[in-house]
């Protein structure tokens, strides 16, 4: 069974700072896609990066990138010079087998 | 459309009515999802149509929840006899295809279901 685990409830990061976001996830399959989701208060899911399994270098756009360890199935993300507008909940995703499964989110606050 | 759009964005109903959710995906997009979710909690699946294959139906929580999809296009999930536990965010979301590159899903804003 596919399985995706953020492991941080909430985290919390200072303006400009940077913050990682950790996930991992279990699938049997070798190919398969991982996303980043971003939910802000709107309840509007928006795609914030994408990783194709397949790939050995790390997505990144523009303040976000992924740190992807295929052996270790763990799929972080970092959001540097953070801003007031990145607070939301984010939502790791795996895709494979015709599912898109979620983690159950990490809840992120940003302080001026 | 532009996007995914849900309908109605807020249902508020009485428990043990059934209620009828709609979700009209992106224009050609063949890949089509249902999720439920909790206040505060993450996003549980609950069903998948992929064009004209039988749906994954394997997240409905019960049978008092069901789903149809029409003409590969507008789908609705229905919920009968709801309770009090029904209350969540349903999230439609679709996508274009479901292998490759196309796999990234747009989702529409959800419909709040209060039952009372």
């Known amino acids: 069974a596919q399985t995706v685990t953020q492991s941080q409830p909430e985290m919390s990061v200072q303006e400009a700072e940077t913050v990682t976001l950790s996930c991992t996830y279990d699938?049997?399959?070798?190919?398969?896609?991982l996303f980043w989701y971003k939910q802000p208060p709107s309840r509007q899911m928006i795609l914030v990066i994408r990783?194709?399994?397949?790939?050995?270098q790390n997505a990144t756009e523009n303040r976000f990138s992924v740190n992807f360890q295929k052996a270790a199935k763990s799929f972080s993300l970092k959001i540097s010079d953070s801003q007031l507008g990145d607070a939301a909940m984010y939502f790791c995703?795996?895709?494979?087998?015709?599912?898109?499964?979620f983690g159950t989110g990490t809840r992120l606050q940003v302080f001026p | 459309g532009a996007g995914v759009s849900q309908s109605p964005s807020n249902k508020v109903t009485e428990k043990g009515k059934d209620v009828e959710l709609r979700c009209d995906p992106i224009?050609?997009?063949?890949?089509l999802y249902w999720y439920r979710q909790s206040l505060g909690q993450g996003l549980e699946f609950l069903i998948y149509?992929?064009?004209?294959?039988?749906?994954?139906k394997s997240g409905l929580p019960s049978d008092r929840f069901s789903a149809e999809r029409t003409g590969g296009s507008v789908s609705t999930l229905t919920i009968q006899r709801t309770q009090q536990e029904d209350s969540a965010v349903y999230l439609c979301?679709?996508?274009?295809?479901?292998?490759?590159?196309?796999?990234?899903?747009?989702f529409g804003q959800g419909t709040r279901l209060t039952v009372v």
């Open positions: 979301a679709s996508s274009l295809n479901f292998r490759g590159m196309n796999t990234e899903a747009f």
């Open positions: 699938t049997s399959e070798s190919d398969y896609y």
């Open positions: 990783q194709e399994a397949y790939k050995q």
């Open positions: 995703a795996l895709y494979n087998t015709d599912k898109l499964i």
């Open positions: 224009s050609g997009h063949t890949a």
């Open positions: 149509f992929q064009g004209n294959s039988a749906p994954d």
